[in-house]
């Protein structure tokens, strides 16, 4: 399953606010379009928002017309300034786009950029898949041959290149001949998991189970479950890890449970600038992603609504943290660096 392409210099995107009733693809010709697709959750994901962002910068870099250099770079840098503020909390993004503006300041010569933009961009799309199937097999070995998984939200193919980080965990687990079957949260309030995980599961012919949020203390206590395996948008040098809101939950539970809590993320996703994740800014959205669902209203008209896209896992509930570069254990200020390093 693949929600990113590009194609003859346009972005197309597999609408995901959409699935899984309609499968749509809409397709961005200019980086603004990127941005809005990437605010209203066309393309989500932390890796997935990191690549069509990098795209997008391709796309702004076709279109500025300047008489030089620094012109040129002045325009790159405010496509890469609105397309950074898009969401704040996943740093994929900012890393991709500020991956593309270092190639392009190190560029000779200035008018060769777009080709030079595009095909980064492109190794980037390529690389991401490349890093999942590796951080699958990697967290894949520490599964027991017969698993049952809960996850949350949506950390497969649909929100990165392709293949997946917590999915390609599960993916990995297949295909080394392991037994899998998954436990899907919902994921309130947008259903990442019951609109996304749940359909991206079944179409790869995987056995899965969907759940409300509410119902994962149950689901760990009658013993449903082997282990929690799930992604991340941004993770801290001590191992505090930003995802979906509900990780945080999720992660008290397991560990109530004795239930190994894994995190799945490329080293994308790691920001070691930061020393704990109190420092990680977590992205608010609209409360009418609270009060409606599908556009129908179930809340009463005009009530007061708090609505946090992210929680920090602190890193004390974290068994491990499974990346592309390999496997972190606690204490996770000493393990990430050294990952990194390798
Ligand atoms: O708001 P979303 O759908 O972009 O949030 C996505 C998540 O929280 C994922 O778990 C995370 O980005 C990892 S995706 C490989």
Same mark, same amino acid.
Request: with cysteine; charged share 20%; aromatic share 6%.
């Given at each position: 399953?693949?929600?990113?392409?590009w194609?003859?210099?346009?972005?197309?995107?597999?609408?995901?606010?959409?699935?899984?009733?309609?499968?749509?693809?809409?397709?961005?010709?200019t980086?603004?379009?990127?941005?809005?697709?990437?605010?209203?959750?066309?393309?989500?994901?932390?890796?997935?928002?990191?690549?069509?962002?990098?795209?997008?910068?391709?796309?702004?870099?076709?279109s500025?017309?300047?008489?030089?250099?620094?012109?040129?770079?002045?325009?790159?840098?405010?496509?890469?300034? %609105? !397309?950074? =503020?898009? /969401?704040?909390? *996943?740093?994929?993004?900012?890393?991709?786009?500020?991956?593309?503006?270092?190639? #392009?300041?190190?560029?000779?010569?200035?008018?060769?950029?777009?080709?030079?933009?595009?095909?980064?961009?492109?190794?980037?799309?390529?690389?991401?898949?490349?890093?999942?199937?590796?951080?699958?097999?990697?967290?894949?070995k520490?599964?027991?041959d017969?698993?049952?998984?809960?996850?949350?939200?949506?950390?497969?193919a649909?929100?990165?290149?392709?293949?997946?980080?917590?999915?390609?965990?599960?993916?990995?687990?297949?295909?080394?001949?392991?037994?899998?079957?998954?436990?899907?949260?919902?994921?309130?309030?947008?259903?990442?998991?019951?609109?996304?995980?749940?359909?991206?599961?079944?179409?790869?012919?995987f056995?899965?189970t969907?759940?409300?949020?509410?119902?994962?203390?149950?689901?760990?206590?009658?013993?449903?479950?082997?282990?929690? %395996? !799930?992604? =991340?948008? /941004?993770?801290? *040098?001590?191992?505090d890890?930003?995802?979906?809101?509900?990780?945080?939950?999720? #992660?008290?539970?397991?560990?109530?449970?004795?239930?190994?809590?894994?995190?799945?993320?490329?080293?994308?996703?790691?920001?070691?600038?930061?020393?704990?994740?109190?420092?990680?800014?977590?992205?608010?959205?609209?409360?009418?992603?609270?009060?409606?669902?599908?556009?129908?209203?179930?809340?009463?008209?005009?009530?007061h609504?708090?609505?946090?896209?992210?929680?920090?896992?602190?890193?004390?509930?974290?068994?491990?943290?499974?990346?592309d570069?390999?496997?972190?254990?606690?204490?996770?200020?000493?393990?990430?660096?050294?990952?990194?390093?390798?």
């Open positions: 399953m693949q929600a990113i392409s194609e003859h210099d346009r972005l197309k995107l597999l609408d995901q606010t959409v699935l899984p009733l309609k499968k749509v693809y809409i397709t961005c010709t980086y603004q379009q990127v941005a809005d697709a990437i605010r209203n959750m066309k393309v989500r994901g932390a890796p997935a928002i990191g690549v069509a962002a990098a795209y997008g910068m391709a796309l702004a870099a076709g500025i017309q300047a008489a030089n250099r620094d012109e040129f770079l002045s325009k790159l840098k405010e496509a890469a300034g %609105v !397309l950074i =503020a898009t /969401r704040p909390t *996943a740093v994929n993004l900012a890393w991709a786009v500020d991956r593309i503006i270092a190639v #392009a300041e190190a560029a000779e010569d200035w008018q060769q950029l777009p080709a030079l933009i595009a095909k980064t961009a492109r190794n980037m799309e390529e690389e991401d898949i490349a890093a999942n199937r590796r951080l699958g097999r990697n967290g894949a520490l599964l027991p017969k698993v049952s998984i809960l996850t949350h939200c949506n950390a497969g649909l929100a990165t290149a392709g293949y997946g980080t917590a999915l390609g965990i599960v993916r990995a687990a297949r295909e080394m001949g392991k037994t899998v079957s998954v436990y899907a949260d919902e994921t309130r309030p947008y259903l990442q998991g019951a609109r996304l995980t749940a359909f991206e599961l079944m179409e790869d012919g056995p899965v969907l759940i409300t949020d509410n119902m994962a203390g149950h689901v760990m206590q009658t013993g449903r479950i082997n282990c929690v %395996v !799930l992604g =991340a948008d /941004r993770i801290a *040098a001590n191992g890890t930003a995802n979906k809101i509900g990780t945080y939950s999720l #992660a008290v539970l397991a560990h109530e449970n004795n239930i190994p809590f894994y995190v799945a993320a490329p080293v994308s996703t790691l920001d070691l600038s930061l020393s704990t994740g109190d420092e990680i800014p977590i992205e608010e959205r609209s409360p009418l992603e609270v009060t409606h669902v599908f556009g129908q209203q179930i809340a009463p008209e005009s009530i609504v708090y609505n946090p896209a992210f929680d920090v896992t602190p890193a004390k509930y974290i068994t491990a943290i499974v990346t570069k390999g496997v972190a254990f606690p204490p996770f200020n000493q393990s990430l660096p050294q990952l990194i390093q390798e």
